[in-house]
């Protein structure tokens, strides 16, 4: 079934006790662990995400989705083009659909490069990344140019921000920081046969991927800023280098967190973005934008160890990245919950405590926002599409279509 995302003007998700016990309702039927997707908020946030990019095309980054009919259904949106897919071989499975995949990070996968160069139709959808001859020296290894399609190129600079005070900002990423940089390595791109360099991007993670908020984070809105800033100049820089040898179809930057800086930017025609799109818990703490919770998930109580702690079944969903208690999904209903410290949200069983644990019993459902957006999908063979107080649908994620690209 497609669905279709209409702009809202009501805000259910603002009032949790209207928003989760309606959630609940809906799903009365179904036996957790079960993910949600709210229809409702979903489309707010797509046309949230499309207002802060000011015009500026926006790329969905597939990896925060990881489900085709939420995919197709955001691409149906004006103002939204093309995937940034983050593996070759799921670039070609959603190239068979899709005309315009690009490949967000550089690849090593064989087998796909072999199957890429032998299809005309793949190759004339999929740009692969790269960020040193290296890469291009792997796909001439596996399928020379002679012998192969035309392989579309994109050519990644390195967004991170270099301060004498703070260091290196940022992810590590490219190896291509400066302009002369980027223009060298595009001159000897456009010298290599079987190739085409069509795209540059930099993704500003120090930016997009950080929250901002409150008033322990003044250094950080004054490190993006610095940053928002240098870039700008320095991206401007190497995309004119570029364009001396290369004629570009696209300049891709940004990130969920970033579409209002990155749309200030001349040089960018497009932004990726997808995490916004089920608002994780990862964007509670930004300053400039609060999506809604357009995702979550139920698990049910099968335990009660004391009175005051009633324990889940299963719950350990821990999000990718620096080991912490940031990285735990949170339970948002019933309010007030919170983790046993030395067990916090486990693999089979995650004991939770509070006011609101004294009054749960066996088989009542606790639900949990998760702080990444598409690895929810890791999880689940299919999330329920609600709206309103009703399942309108149920939706595979890659892992329910047999997929599991990363």
């Not at 009032?15 to 609940?24: F, S």
């Not at 002369?180 to 930099?202: C, T, W, Y």
């Not at 870039?231 to 696209?250: H, S, T, Y």
Request: contains cysteine; negative net charge.
């Amino acid at each position: 079934m497609s669905f279709t995302l209409a702009p809202q003007s009501n805000r259910p998700w603002q009032t949790p006790a209207e928003w989760w016990p309606r959630l609940a309702s809906a799903t009365a039927g179904v036996e957790p662990p079960y993910g949600v997707i709210a229809v409702e908020a979903l489309a707010a946030n797509a046309h949230a995400m499309l207002e802060r990019a000011q015009g500026t095309t926006i790329r969905v980054a597939s990896k925060s989705v990881r489900v085709r009919s939420v995919l197709d259904a955001v691409l149906a949106l004006p103002g939204y083009r093309g995937i940034l897919a983050y593996t070759l071989s799921e670039a070609l499975w959603l190239a068979e659909t899709h005309e315009d995949v690009v490949v967000g990070y550089p690849t090593a996968d064989h087998l796909s490069i072999a199957k890429l160069a032998s299809d005309e139709k793949l190759a004339s959808r999929v740009t692969l990344m790269v960020d040193s001859l290296k890469h291009l020296d792997l796909v001439d290894s596996i399928a020379p140019p002679s012998q192969r399609a035309t392989i579309r190129l994109c050519l990644e600079l390195d967004a991170s921000y270099r301060n004498p005070v703070l260091g290196h900002v940022g992810v590590r990423r490219s190896p291509v920081h400066e302009p002369v940089e980027a223009g060298s390595l595009a001159a000897a791109i456009a010298q290599r046969p079987g190739f085409r360099l069509v795209g540059m991007m930099a993704y500003e993670a120090q930016i997009a991927g950080v929250g901002n908020a409150g008033l322990g984070n003044v250094a950080i809105r004054a490190m993006q800023k610095a940053s928002a800033s240098e870039l700008r100049e320095r991206r401007g820089a190497a995309v004119e280098a570029v364009r001396k040898v290369a004629e570009l179809e696209f300049v891709n930057g940004g990130g969920t967190g970033s579409l209002e800086s990155t749309h200030d930017d001349p040089a960018v025609t497009e932004i990726a973005a997808g995490s916004g799109l089920f608002g994780p818990l990862l964007f509670d703490g930004y300053e400039h934008f609060q999506p809604a919770p357009a995702a979550s998930f139920a698990m049910s109580v099968v335990r009660r160890p004391t009175a005051d702690i009633a324990t889940v079944l299963g719950g350990g969903w821990i999000a990718s990245g620096p080991p912490g208690e940031d990285r735990l999904p949170r339970p948002v209903w019933p309010e007030g919950l919170k983790y046993v410290a030395r067990e916090a949200a486990g693999e089979v069983q995650t004991p939770v405590q509070g006011d609101a644990a004294r009054e749960l019993r066996i088989g009542d459902r606790v639900w949990f926002r998760h702080v990444k957006a598409g690895e929810l999908s890791e999880h689940l063979n299919e999330f329920l599409l609600v709206e309103g107080d009703r399942i309108i649908d149920r939706v595979p994620t890659y892992r329910g279509e047999g997929k599991a690209f990363l």
